[in-house]
C-alpha cells in the first residue's frame, strides 16, 4: 500500500509538470512570461482557491475530524463540546489513523471522507514508521487533495506577554511540493539525495494566491522568502514567478528576502513584515519563529486550500506527545481553528462567539496554560469559554 502512495505522490508531481512531460531542468528554467493561459484564466486560479463548503442536508454540515495522535484527540473532545454548547449544527465524521500501520487503509479512508464532505478538522497524524517507503500521512493528504495553499495568521495577544507587541503578520505557504517532495534515494552507498520540487504552475498559483490574499484583507506588503542565491534554479523559479505576478498587483509593495536574513529579521523587528509568500519548508520554519515570538504552539489556526476541499488545524502542526493526557496542553489553536471551520461554513454568528469566547479567556480573564506561564488547565480554558458561549446563546437566542 505503501507502494501506491508513493505512486500517487508522484502522479501529483507529474500533473503539476506542465506543459507536457517537459523535466524538471527545462522547467526551472522556463521563462514565467511564456505561460500560454490568459491573464483572465491566471487570475482564476486566485479566485477559485477558496473551496465552497459542500451541500448541507437538514441544516447540518458533516465535517470529517481526523484527531491525529499525541493532544489531538483530547483538544478534538473540546471542540465537540464547546460545538455542542453554542447549537453549532456541524456533525463529526471521526477518522483515526493508527500511527503504527506500515500500510495506508486509514489514510485512503480519511481521504475519502475529505472528498465526500469537502472539509476537515485536523490534528497532527503521526507517522512512526521509519522505513523509507512509508511517507508522512499528513504530507500525503495535502498532496492527495492538492491543499496547495497554507495561510497561517500570526497575531499578538494583548493579554498575552511575548517578546514583540502588535505583531500582525500572514504566512501564505506553498503546501505540496517543494522541500516535502519526499523523494530520496541513495545512488551510492554513503551518499543520499534528496529531491526538491519546484514547478512554474504551483509557484504561480501561490504567488498569485498571496497577492489576492493581501488585496481582498486590504494589506500593504508581500515578501518573498527564498534562497535563490544558492538554489538559483528551484527558488530562482519561485521568486522569478513571484515578482512577475507582483506586477499585476501595483498598489501592493512587493520586496523580497533571503531565508536566514529573514529569521534574524523576524526576531528584531517582525513589524516590518505584513503577508510573507514561501516555499513549503521556509514557511514552516518561518511560522515557527514568529509563534515562538508572540505565543507559542498553543494558539494559532492553519487553513489549508485547495480549489476543492479545506482543512482546519493548529498552525504549527505539532503532535505534543509529551503533555498528551495531562490536561495542560493550550486548546486555543485547536479552538481557533475551529472558528476558521465555522467561516468556511459561513457559520458566521458561531464563529463570531466563539472567536469573542476565545478573545475574552486569553486577554480579560487571563486564563492561561503552562506554555503561556499561567497555571490554568485545559478544562479551564474550555470552561470559560462555555460559560461564554452559554451567556451569548441565551441573549441571541431570547
Ligand atoms: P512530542 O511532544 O510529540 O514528543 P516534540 O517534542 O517535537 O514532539 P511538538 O509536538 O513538535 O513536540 O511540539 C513542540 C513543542 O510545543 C513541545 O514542547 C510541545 O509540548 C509544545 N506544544 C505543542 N502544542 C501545544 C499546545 N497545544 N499546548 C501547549 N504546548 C504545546
Same mark, same amino acid.
Given at each position: 500500500?505503501?507502494a501506491?502512495?508513493?505512486?500517487?505522490?508522484?502522479?501529483? &508531481?507529474?500533473? *503539476?509538470? /506542465? +506543459?507536457?512531460?517537459?523535466?524538471?531542468? @527545462?522547467?526551472?528554467t522556463?521563462?514565467?512570461t511564456s505561460?500560454?493561459?490568459?491573464v483572465?484564466?491566471?487570475?482564476?486560479?486566485?479566485?477559485?482557491?477558496?473551496?465552497?463548503p459542500?451541500?448541507?442536508?437538514?441544516?447540518?454540515?458533516?465535517?470529517?475530524?481526523?484527531?491525529g495522535?499525541?493532544?489531538?484527540?483530547?483538544?478534538?473532545?473540546?471542540?465537540?463540546?464547546? &460545538?455542542?454548547? *453554542?447549537? /453549532? +449544527?456541524?456533525?463529526?465524521?471521526?477518522v @483515526?489513523?493508527?500511527?503504527?500501520?506500515?500500510g495506508n487503509d486509514?489514510l485512503?479512508?480519511?481521504?475519502?471522507?475529505?472528498?465526500?464532505?469537502?472539509?476537515?478538522?485536523?490534528?497532527?497524524?503521526?507517522?512512526?514508521?521509519?522505513?523509507?517507503?512509508?511517507?508522512?500521512?499528513?504530507?500525503a493528504?495535502?498532496?492527495?487533495?492538492d491543499?496547495?495553499?497554507?495561510?497561517?495568521?500570526c497575531?499578538s495577544?494583548p493579554?498575552?506577554?511575548?517578546?514583540?507587541?502588535?505583531?500582525?503578520?500572514?504566512?501564505?505557504?506553498?503546501n505540496?511540493e517543494?522541500?516535502?517532495a519526499?523523494m530520496?534515494h541513495?545512488?551510492?552507498r554513503?551518499?543520499?539525495?534528496?529531491?526538491?520540487?519546484?514547478?512554474?504552475?504551483?509557484?504561480e498559483?501561490i504567488c498569485?494566491?498571496a497577492f489576492?490574499?493581501?488585496k481582498?484583507?486590504?494589506?500593504?506588503?508581500v515578501?518573498?522568502?527564498h534562497?535563490?542565491?544558492?538554489?538559483?534554479?528551484s527558488?530562482?523559479?519561485?521568486?522569478?514567478?513571484?515578482?512577475?505576478?507582483a506586477?499585476?498587483?501595483?498598489?501592493?509593495?512587493?520586496?523580497d528576502?533571503?531565508i536566514?536574513?529573514?529569521?534574524m529579521?523576524?526576531?528584531?523587528?517582525?513589524?516590518?513584515?505584513?503577508?510573507?509568500?514561501t516555499?513549503?519548508?521556509?514557511?514552516?520554519?518561518v511560522s515557527n519563529?514568529?509563534?515562538?515570538?508572540?505565543?507559542g504552539?498553543?494558539?494559532y489556526?492553519g487553513?489549508?486550500?485547495?480549489y476543492?476541499?479545506?482543512?482546519?488545524?493548529?498552525g504549527?502542526?505539532n503532535?505534543?506527545?509529551a503533555?498528551?493526557?495531562?490536561?495542560?496542553?493550550?486548546?486555543?489553536s485547536?479552538?481557533n481553528?475551529?472558528v476558521d471551520?465555522?467561516?468556511?461554513?459561513?457559520?458566521?454568528?458561531?464563529?463570531?462567539?466563539?472567536?469573542?469566547?476565545?478573545?475574552?479567556?486569553?486577554n480579560?480573564?487571563?486564563?492561561?496554560?503552562?506554555?503561556?506561564?499561567?497555571?490554568?488547565?485545559?478544562?479551564?480554558?474550555?470552561?470559560?469559554?462555555?460559560e461564554?458561549?452559554?451567556?451569548?446563546?441565551k441573549?441571541?437566542?431570547?
Amino acid at each position: 500500500m505503501a507502494a501506491v502512495s508513493r505512486l500517487n505522490l508522484q502522479r501529483c &508531481f507529474h500533473k *503539476a509538470l /506542465v +506543459p507536457g512531460n517537459m523535466g524538471i531542468k @527545462a522547467l526551472s528554467t522556463l521563462n514565467v512570461t511564456s505561460n500560454k493561459n490568459t491573464v483572465e484564466q491566471r487570475r482564476g486560479y486566485a479566485a477559485k482557491a477558496f473551496a465552497l463548503p459542500k451541500a448541507k442536508y437538514g441544516g447540518r454540515h458533516t465535517v470529517s475530524m481526523l484527531p491525529g495522535g499525541g493532544i489531538g484527540p483530547e483538544l478534538m473532545g473540546y471542540v465537540k463540546e464547546v &460545538f455542542r454548547y *453554542a447549537g /453549532v +449544527p456541524v456533525d463529526f465524521e471521526d477518522v @483515526a489513523i493508527d500511527p503504527n500501520s506500515e500500510g495506508n487503509d486509514d489514510l485512503e479512508e480519511a481521504i475519502t471522507s475529505i472528498r465526500r464532505n469537502g472539509v476537515a478538522l485536523k490534528g497532527n497524524i503521526e507517522t512512526r514508521s521509519l522505513s523509507p517507503d512509508v511517507m508522512s500521512r499528513n504530507v500525503a493528504l495535502r498532496n492527495e487533495l492538492d491543499l496547495f495553499v497554507n495561510v497561517l495568521h500570526c497575531y499578538s495577544f494583548p493579554g498575552i506577554t511575548a517578546r514583540h507587541k502588535d505583531v500582525d503578520v500572514v504566512i501564505v505557504r506553498q503546501n505540496t511540493e517543494g522541500e516535502y517532495a519526499m523523494m530520496e534515494h541513495e545512488g551510492v552507498r554513503g551518499v543520499v539525495e534528496c529531491l526538491k520540487v519546484v514547478t512554474r504552475e504551483n509557484s504561480e498559483r501561490i504567488c498569485r494566491f498571496a497577492f489576492d490574499y493581501a488585496k481582498r484583507h486590504g494589506r500593504k506588503k508581500v515578501t518573498t522568502v527564498h534562497k535563490a542565491n544558492i538554489m538559483k534554479s528551484s527558488d530562482g523559479l519561485f521568486l522569478e514567478v513571484s515578482r512577475y505576478v507582483a506586477k499585476e498587483y501595483p498598489g501592493i509593495e512587493h520586496n523580497d528576502m533571503i531565508i536566514d536574513n529573514c529569521c534574524m529579521q523576524l526576531v528584531s523587528n517582525p513589524h516590518q513584515f505584513d503577508v510573507m509568500l514561501t516555499t513549503n519548508l521556509y514557511g514552516t520554519i518561518v511560522s515557527n519563529v514568529i509563534c515562538g515570538l508572540v505565543g507559542g504552539a498553543g494558539l494559532y489556526s492553519g487553513r489549508n486550500y485547495g480549489y476543492e476541499f479545506a482543512v482546519f488545524e493548529p498552525g504549527t502542526r505539532n503532535t505534543g506527545t509529551a503533555i498528551a493526557g495531562k490536561n495542560i496542553a493550550n486548546p486555543i489553536s485547536m479552538m481557533n481553528a475551529a472558528v476558521d471551520l465555522l467561516r468556511h461554513l459561513r457559520l458566521e454568528n458561531h464563529a463570531q462567539w466563539l472567536s469573542e469566547a476565545i478573545d475574552k479567556t486569553m486577554n480579560d480573564d487571563k486564563i492561561h496554560t503552562p506554555d503561556l506561564g499561567g497555571q490554568a488547565t485545559s478544562m479551564d480554558i474550555v470552561k470559560n469559554i462555555i460559560e461564554y458561549l452559554q451567556l451569548k446563546t441565551k441573549v441571541e437566542n431570547w
